[in-house]
């Protein structure tokens, strides 16, 4: 009889204390799954998104996010303090500024968010301002972020409806007059980055690469990015485009533009 009273023979005693062949392999395996799984629901757990990181693949966040940090986001409403914006979880650099609060170098939330209908990953950049439907927000905005001082001239200008302008920390102008992205929505936001960990998101960068290199898709991927790129830069963008995200399982998002 074994310690837990079954039968030397009993099936699942037999699995629970192999010591080689199949049967120890096979719980190895599970093992490592359930644990794999534990670490998961615990990241979502606490960060109410999946996946909870997102490997930055581009410098538009430099010097504060760096190509190959892995981030860890968590849901906008989480951890958020009193005076983010009401209903968003998120604090604008602009009211960052007048609270004092900042996260990854300065004022204001970094946050993860993808348009609908944009194909590729989402982008982390930083929330500049708040808007409303109607408003002439050039009035509002840093100078120096904008080709011109008419709201008529800018697109997203007058604001379309509320939400969110945006801008990478390296980037030249805001992401709504670079043609990045127009004015974000609060629920196109999907997180709002929490910590870096340096270098650790190469793996995942790495990983991808190798798989779109096998299937064939590396070359056009590469000649799309370079075309985006072109287009970004043309438009004002400071040739750094954007940092995104691609969906996966934890550290399997992944960050440039």
């Known amino acids: 009889m074994s310690d837990d009273g079954r039968s030397p ?6 699995f629970l204390h192999a010591d080689s062949g199949a049967l120890l392999f096979v719980r190895e395996v ?9 670490v998961g629901l615990l990241l979502f757990a606490v960060a109410g998104v999946w996946p909870p990181m997102v490997a930055v693949e581009s410098g538009s966040m430099e010097p504060h996010m760096e190509r190959g940090d892995l981030v860890f986001i968590t849901e906008p409403d989480r951890f958020a303090p009193a005076f983010a914006h009401e209903g968003t979880g998120i604090v604008t650099y602009e009211t960052g500024v007048e609270e004092g609060y900042s996260t990854f170098g300065t004022a204001g939330s970094v946050v993860v968010y993808r348009p609908p209908g944009e194909g590729g990953p989402p982008i982390i950049h930083r929330a500049r301002l ?15 972020y904008l080709p011109s001082q008419s709201c008529d001239s800018l697109p997203s200008c007058p604001a379309p409806y509320d939400g969110f302008i ?4 390296a980037n030249a102008q805001y992401d709504q007059v670079s043609g990045i992205a127009p004015v974000v929505k609060g629920e196109w936001v999907r997180g709002v980055a929490r910590v870096r960990v340096p270098y650790l998101g190469y793996v995942r960068l ?3 690469e ?16 370079d ?18 995200a691609t969906a996966g399982a934890p550290a399997n998002a992944s960050v440039s533009r």
């Open 9 to 14: 023979d009993d099936p699942l005693s037999r």
């Open 30 to 38: 599970l093992s490592s799954a359930l644990a794999v799984a534990f």
């Open 130 to 144: 708040h808007v409303e439907q109607g408003e002439n927000w050039v009035e509002r905005a840093n100078p120096d």
């Open 166 to 169: 945006t801008k990478g920390d």
């Open 206 to 208: 790495v990983f991808s």
């Open 210 to 225: 190798a798989i779109l290199a096998q299937s064939g898709t590396h070359g056009v991927a590469a000649a799309s990015a």
């Open 227 to 244: 075309t985006a790129n072109a287009t970004l830069a043309s438009a004002g963008s400071g040739g750094t485009g954007g940092s995104v």
